[in-house]
């Protein structure tokens, strides 16, 4: 069996093209990497290198092996990172998401569920690959996703609202069109998901001011009248009652678009379906019906 080692050290040098910067990257003696290649050619019984006075290259035969070699120890490390992620989701129910909302709910099942929270949002295209690699057991996503390995199911809709100062004409009602927000400026989190594309295409010459931090929103919201949305799972995030709600003089005005309201699925590989489904139904339960 080859050694990995080797294996590493015949791909290095593909790379930097000398012994000496092979020894150096790999934080080894060159007398090391000159014993490992030789080796490698034993095992192999080929010949891996053009040997000239002053100069080493690879021959065709050792370019094949690099990268052959190169294939070899990515899939390697796929494989323990697969196997660790699957260890992990035996463990605890590691749950992912393309948009934030649906994971304010989860602190209110930590005494039920052994959870663990990637906050980090995955793009939508990335959903099947991060449930099938065993990144994540359950995924939030905006769309329906049904694949031979993969089921998704509704658990709620998001409803989008915005916040506006109380003093403004536009707050005096019950319900409020994003045609009727044209030419605003709002003060927005960066990381949102979908909703960072609806809003842009759908207020008119509205000027948005995106802020990377949590915190850094909640300060300028406290010095400065710019509206800023939320939605109906906000509720469940203590950080904003804590920092938003109090004093504010703005109101909450709920956005009457169909684009306004976007429909939440929990989606899972069918073979967890008898782990995540007892957190999927805790969910159903708790989420808000407006």
Do not use: C
């Not at 020894?23 to 000239?52: C, S």
């Not at 931090?213 to 010095?223: G, M, P």
């Amino acid at each position: 069996m080859l050694e990995t080692y080797l294996l590493a050290e015949l791909v290095t040098f593909a790379e930097t093209g000398t012994l000496a910067a092979t020894a150096a990257k790999l934080n080894v003696t060159q007398p090391t990497i000159t014993r490992g290649m030789q080796k490698l050619e034993t095992d192999l019984g080929v010949i891996l290198f053009d040997r000239q006075p002053n100069r080493l290259s690879l021959t065709a035969t050792g370019q094949l092996a690099a990268q052959q070699a190169r294939e070899l120890l990515t899939a390697q490390d796929q494989f323990v990172t697969q196997i660790q992620n699957f260890d992990q989701t035996q463990r605890t129910i590691t749950v992912g998401t393309t948009i934030p909302g649906p994971l304010y709910l989860l602190p209110l099942f930590n005494d039920q569920f052994r959870l663990t929270i990637n906050a980090e949002l995955v793009t939508p295209t990335d959903v099947t690959t991060t449930l099938t690699s065993n990144a994540a057991t359950l995924m939030f996503t905006a769309k329906p996703l049904q694949t031979t390995a993969i089921k998704s199911q509704l658990i709620g809709t998001e409803q989008l609202a915005v916040n506006l100062n109380k003093f403004m004409y536009q707050a005096n009602q019950s319900q409020i069109t994003f045609k009727e927000l044209a030419g605003l400026s709002f003060i927005v989190l960066s990381k949102i998901g979908p909703w960072r594309d609806i809003i842009q295409q759908a207020i008119p010459d509205a000027k948005f001011f995106y802020q990377k931090e949590f915190d850094a929103l909640a300060e300028i919201t406290e010095y400065a009248d710019f509206p800023y949305f939320s939605t109906n799972l906000a509720q469940f995030y203590t950080a904003y009652h804590s920092r938003l709600t109090v004093d504010d003089s703005r109101v909450e005005i709920p956005i009457s678009d169909a684009n306004a309201q976007m429909p939440i699925y929990a989606a899972y590989l069918k073979t967890q379906q008898a782990r995540v489904k007892p957190l999927i139904s805790a969910l159903v339960k708790k989420w808000p019906t407006s």
